[in-house]
């Protein structure tokens, strides 16, 4: 059986695949509202490059590990002289508003940046990264629940898809394989 991360470190890290980039096409434009309301793209205003996620900013599943691994992932590239910025694309627009979706975040990282838009422009998004989601319950307690993909994208300063990560990776797993794309990718 091959194991997930095995299979994104071999496209991360080397053979034909790193070479030749992903072996699917996944991403491209969008412009979506920042938590400060500001419009923010694929591309970075400061180029850096990005860690994406598609998820909701209370999310008690597999955001509440993806998140936090995107913001470790962040302060130790930072910490390198590496800086990285981890951004999330919500599935849930109806609580992650320009009001809400910003304070979660930056408890978990000071330059995290929480993306909302109308449902047109976050379809846009969605149908870039090939992102599929669905609302199954709604749990007493936490409100509507969605499931949704886990992988994180790395995307240049400019917004091209460099790789995936799952959020099962150790901060310096993902670390490695962060710095062999961006150096790769010049």
């Not at 095995?6 to 080397?14: D, E, K, R, Y």
């Not at 976050?122 to 992988?151: K, N, R, T, W």
């Amino acid at each position: 059986m091959i194991r997930t991360a095995t299979v994104i470190g071999a496209l991360s890290l080397g053979g034909a695949s790193f070479a030749a980039g992903l072996p699917f096409d996944v991403g491209g434009a969008f412009t979506l509202t920042d938590q400060s309301g500001a419009q923010h793209s694929q591309s970075d205003p400061d180029g850096w490059p990005q860690l994406l996620f598609f998820g909701y900013a209370n999310c008690q599943q597999i955001c509440s590990v993806a998140l936090p691994l995107m913001a470790e992932i962040a302060t130790d590239m930072g910490a390198a002289g590496m800086p990285v910025r981890p951004v999330l694309i919500t599935v849930d627009p109806a609580r992650d508003t320009v009001e809400t979706i910003g304070p979660p975040l930056e408890y978990l990282h000071p330059d995290f940046i929480g993306l909302t838009g109308t449902p047109e422009a976050l379809q846009v998004a969605y149908d870039a990264f090939q992102v599929e989601f669905e609302h199954i319950f709604d749990d007493p307690q936490y409100g509507p629940i969605f499931s949704h993909g886990s992988f994180i994208y790395l995307l240049s300063p400019t917004g091209e898809v460099l790789s995936l990560l799952p959020p099962i990776l150790s901060v310096e797993q993902a670390g490695d394989i962060l710095r062999a794309r961006l150096k790769a990718a010049g």
